[in-house]
């Protein structure tokens, strides 16, 4: 399985503290714990030419993880419409954290994919589909102490799953873990992740991301979606 990890890599240019909380970044460090003998991870910023998001690349990964936060804007039309055209083909998805509101995201739901937030809360997660495939292994509930919250509204497509429902201490909910289908594509987007945080050290929030990248890894991939022509009704017996 190949696994693409793609971060802007915008914050860790302004805020030293990012990489002594993830040594590596955070494309480094998501990509160090993904990493195993059936895993096999790389990673790309927007500072690579094309994003590291070219058509050579797209086609050889199985899955792509993305966050992004700042500089959604500067992600370029064209690599978003290759990114699209891959998971409607097939490639899977795993939208993290504020990369809700990247281009991509905001493309596949149709939506604003606006939602409300502030700084320095409390969040517990609750598994409500113990059974999925995204939850094994994970805690009925965990607790994230230091946290940025999103809360609802959030304005996305009807999920397909809602596997993890998060509590904040302020009293809000949201859905922090959801699935959707879009063509081939299985896409998993997941709350937690703010930058200056802790998250991804956390053992429940990596099972998570480890799980959604098998649960998301296609069984055929590049399949071309076609869009049948409409036979004239003249030309239907009956």
Request: charged share 25%.
């Amino acid at each position: 399985m190949k696994v693409l990890v793609w971060n802007e890599n915008e914050h860790e240019k302004q805020e030293p503290i990012i990489e002594e909380i993830y040594p590596g970044r955070l494309h480094g460090y998501i990509a160090n714990f993904l990493r195993s003998d059936d895993v096999e991870v790389s990673t790309a910023t927007l500072d690579d030419p094309e994003c590291g998001l070219t058509e050579e690349v797209l086609a050889e990964t199985d899955v792509l993880i993305w966050w992004g936060h700042i500089a959604h804007k500067n992600v370029p039309d064209e690599v978003v419409e290759r990114v699209h055209k891959h998971v409607l083909g097939g490639m899977g998805l795993i939208v993290l954290h504020s990369g809700h509101f990247s281009k991509i995201f905001k493309k596949l739901m149709g939506t604003t994919c606006s939602l409300k937030w502030r700084d320095h809360t409390r969040e517990r997660v609750w598994t409500i589909m113990p059974n999925h495939p995204i939850a094994e292994g994970v805690d009925e509930t965990f607790v994230l102490e230091d946290e940025e919250m999103y809360g609802e509204p959030f304005d996305i497509a009807k999920p397909d799953e809602v596997i993890f429902l998060s509590w904040f201490n302020g009293g809000e909910v949201f859905r922090s873990g959801c699935t959707w289908t879009r063509g081939h594509g299985k896409i998993f987007y997941f709350q937690p992740g703010h930058e200056t945080n802790t998250a991804f050290q956390n053992a429940n929030v990596q099972r998570i991301i480890k799980n959604a990248v098998k649960w998301a890894c296609p069984v055929r991939k590049n399949i071309e979606i076609i869009c049948p022509k409409f036979m004239p009704l003249e030309n239907v017996e009956g």
